[in-house]
């Protein structure tokens, strides 16, 4: 009588993250508004939850589920251009925090451990703008 042994499985290959693509410099930050002390807002203080290297795109394309939005404006459809940045895995990240690259500042919309192999992250983000103090 022989025994069927179960086929021998190869170990998974993890996720390559495209490395040579990751040329730009982000900063991953926490931005807070603090108290005047008299009920109102004072200035927005930002803290540096982490920094490295990034890849960048600009993508008209957009996650499953779908992030983007088109609107009419002016008898024409406008899409919002969405922006994939790729960075190294950090576990302190989360949506709530805040991409700046340069002086441009990104809301993470979407943030996904690839493969869960803790690697790196894919983020979906949205330029964000700042409204000016007039």
């Known amino acids: 009588m022989t025994i069927m042994q179960p086929p021998k499985q190869k170990a998974t290959q993890p996720a ?16 807070s508004e603090t108290s005047d002390g008299y009920g109102g807002l004072g200035p927005t203080t930002e803290t540096v939850i982490a920094s490295g290297w990034a890849a960048i795109e600009k993508t008209f394309k957009t996650p499953s589920p779908r992030l983007g939005s ?8 406008e899409a919002t251009a969405m922006w994939k940045i790729t960075f190294w895995y950090d576990p ?3 949506v709530k ?6 002086t441009r500042l990104f809301n993470i919309l979407m943030l996904e451990n690839v493969e869960d192999q803790n690697l790196y992250y894919e983020t979906y983000c949205s330029e964000r703008v700042e409204p000016s103090n007039v």
């Not at 390559?16 to 931005?31: A, G, M, S």
């Not at 088109?70 to 459809?77: F, I, K, N, R, S």
């Not at 925090?97 to 340069?102: D, E, S, T, V």
Request: proline share 6%.
């Open 70 to 77: 088109e609107h009419y404006q002016a008898g024409t459809v």
């Open 16 to 31: 390559i993250p495209p490395f040579q693509l990751f040329d730009q410099r982000i900063t991953i930050v926490d931005r």
């Open 97 to 102: 925090h805040f991409i700046r690259h340069g």
């Open 92 to 94: 302190n990240v989360t």
